[in-house]
């Protein structure tokens, strides 16, 4: 049995959203004050510039989203070189939140007995493992 050229899309398509809003919600968590979207693209990338997680235009969707659940707070800040920027922060909710999605996250590969480990996929390993307590 051969699985589906479209169903694997699906899946990775799947799978790219969860983990860019999982990934998001844990930059925020380490952030020691509000970052802007550009900055948290840049702290993405950081690891691979030649294997971007995402593309910078798919992040204020997703940001955009994720305060609109409650799971992050943003302000809009003058910029004098540019155009205002929005700075976001992470709730309290979106803390328990990212608590939890870690779980869900890890829970599959412990399941198949292999565990998750940081050669699968370091930049999100990094960043999902390492969550504040």
């Known amino acids: ?37 550009y900055r948290i693209a840049k702290l993405m990338d950081a690891d691979d510039e030649s294997a971007p997680m995402m593309k910078q235009g798919a992040l ?41 999605w870690t779980r869900i996250w890890c829970s599959p590969c412990e399941m198949t007995g292999r565990g998750w480990r940081r050669e699968d996929s370091p930049k999100v390993w990094d960043w999902v493992t390492h969550a504040p307590a």
């Open 60 to 100: 204020y969707p997703v940001l955009r989203s994720l305060e609109s659940n409650g799971l992050l707070e943003s302000t809009v800040d003058p910029s004098i070189s540019g155009p205002p920027r929005r700075y976001y922060k992470i709730t309290d909710s979106g803390l328990e939140t990212l608590k939890s």
């Open 1 to 37: 049995m051969t699985v589906s050229i479209d169903a694997n899309k699906k899946f990775q398509k799947e799978l790219n959203s969860g983990a860019a809003a999982l990934v998001l919600l844990s930059i925020l968590a380490h952030a020691d004050e509000p970052l802007y979207g």
